[in-house]
Structure formats: C-alpha cells, structure tokens
C-alpha cells in the first residue's frame, strides 16, 4: 500500500475520531451549565483523563525525557488546542453544530495547508483540485439545518473562527514536535493545555463568583461525555500524529478536517436530526476528494 494511501487512511480515522469526540464534547458542554467556567471545567475533566493514561503509558515505556525545539512546539500545541476546544464546544453548545463544525473544519484545514506548502513544497495539481473539492464537501456536510439551531449569532461565528485558528496552530505545532514520537507530543500538549486552563478558571472564578449551579448541576451527566471525549479526542490525536509521521502534513490536516461528517452523524442518530440533501451530498463529495488527494 503507497505511504499516500496509508496516509489518508490514517487521516480519515482521526476524523472519525475527532468527530465522535466533538459530538461528545458540545453534549457534555450543555451539560456544564451556561457560563464559560462550566465549559472550561468539563475539557478540564476531559483533559484530566486522558492525560493520565498517558502518563501511564509513558512511565511503562520508560520514554526520555523531551527537550529542544519539538518540546515547545508540543507545549505550544497544547495552548492552541486548549483554548480552541473551549471556544468550539462553547460554539457546539449553543446549539449551532453544523455552522459552528464548518466554520472551524475550514480554518483549521486552510491553515495548515498552507504552511505545509512552504515546509514540504507545493503539492501537485490533482491534489490541490482535491483539497479544495474537499473544502466544499467540508461546508455542504457541516453547515446544513438544524433542529437544534437557535441561529448563528455573531458570538457563535467569532468562536468557530477563533476555534478554527487555533485548530490551524495546532494541527502546525503538533507536526513540528513529531520527532518526538507518537505519545509524548501529546502528552505535554495535554499539560501544557491543561495548565492554561486551570489558569483561565481560576481567574474567572475570582472574577465573576457568580455561584452558578455548573459545578453542582453538570457532574452526574457531563462526566461519561468528559470520558467520551478523553478516549476519541486522544485518539484522534495520536492517529492524526501517525499521519503526519507517514506522509504530509496538508494531506493530514484536509483529511482529519473532514471530522464534521461524524459529528452530524451521531447528531442524526443521538439527535434524530435527519441529515438533508446537501449533508449526504457532502459526504459523497467528500470520498471523491479523498481518492483526489490520496493520488
């Protein structure tokens, strides 16, 4: 099988991953509670878990250390994708996934293509046809009417960008602390995103003591969709960094992007949001961009 294929294999099931883990995600973010603190307080929890096994599975591999350059490209990996998962559930919570899913999966392909082109050159002409077939199978799957839909506020928009950007930034980092291995780049980036979290709600908290009923209401339910996301999003996570080891990095980034696909899916099934027309025509748009960008 061709390091392209194998690529995009591995890509699509980060997708899939991904997509399950951000459906999980904008559930338990409703389940926080309103406010911003009950959001950050649930990736927390979700960070939380899954940081811990991997550190349990470092310890058993008795991993070295990390150092130089990689090091702070993982650390800086983690800032990204902390403060881009809160905003992008925030998003999800407000009930506009498909535009919120869209607006983000956009960005947080263009991005890295884009740096890509200049780190491992430009892709050929078949390709490039095919990231951008993909863009458009990314924005028919993602942004079609929902039951759930209580309008895409300005709000809403300005965090589905911001998650989008630091998606970007993420999606760059993580390739640049790949030398690092599979597990480590992962591991700091959870430190490191946990770190400025805890960070953010304790400023918060000593901002606002708003006494809201997030921290007593949301336990009971938020924990299971915490430890939904702690088990896709790392998964997504690790297989997305196998990628980017095996192939590059646009192909990674366009492919994994297409995560909105599962997302609307377990909306349809947990839901019962039927997907429309143009979401099934999206998908279908959306395997021929992927046997494009696999050539």
């Given at each position: ?235 997504g996570n690790l297989l997305f960094i196998a990628a980017t080891r095996m192939g590059r990095l ?44 696999t050539f």
């Open positions: 099988m061709a390091a392209a294929t194998k690529t995009a294999l591995i890509a699509l099931a980060s997708a899939a991953s991904w997509g399950g883990g951000d459906f999980s995600g904008g559930m338990g973010a409703k389940s926080a509670g309103k406010g911003l603190l009950g959001t950050m307080r649930f990736v927390m929890l979700a960070q939380t878990s899954s940081l811990l096994v991997l550190l349990i599975l470092l310890v058993m591999q008795h991993a070295p250390l990390p150092h130089g350059a990689p090091m702070w490209w993982a650390i800086l990996a983690g800032l990204c994708g902390g403060l881009g998962l809160v905003a992008f559930y925030k998003a999800l919570s407000r009930g506009a996934m498909g535009a919120s899913a869209a607006i983000s999966g956009l960005l947080a392909a263009a991005i890295p293509a884009v740096v890509s082109s200049f780190l491992e050159g430009l892709p050929g002409v078949l390709r490039l046809a095919g990231f951008a077939v993909a863009a458009v199978a990314i924005w028919m799957v993602a942004a079609g009417e929902s039951p759930e839909n209580t309008g895409g506020s300005r709000g809403t928009v300005l965090l589905s960008v911001f998650s989008g950007v630091a998606f970007g930034a993420y999606f760059v980092a993580l390739k640049l602390a790949n030398s690092l291995g599979e597990l480590m780049p992962i591991t700091l980036a959870r430190a490191s995103g946990f770190a400025v979290l805890a960070a953010l709600a304790v400023f918060l908290y000593l901002r606002e003591r708003t006494g809201d009923d997030a921290a007593t209401s949301w336990w009971p339910a938020g924990w299971r969709w915490a430890l939904a996301v702690a088990l896709l999003d790392t998964g646009d192909v990674a980034s366009v492919l994994t992007s297409l995560y909105p696909a599962g997302t609307i899916l377990l909306a349809a099934w947990y839901l019962h949001e039927r997907p429309t027309r143009r979401q099934i025509a999206g998908m279908v748009i959306a395997l021929v961009a992927v046997v494009m960008v």
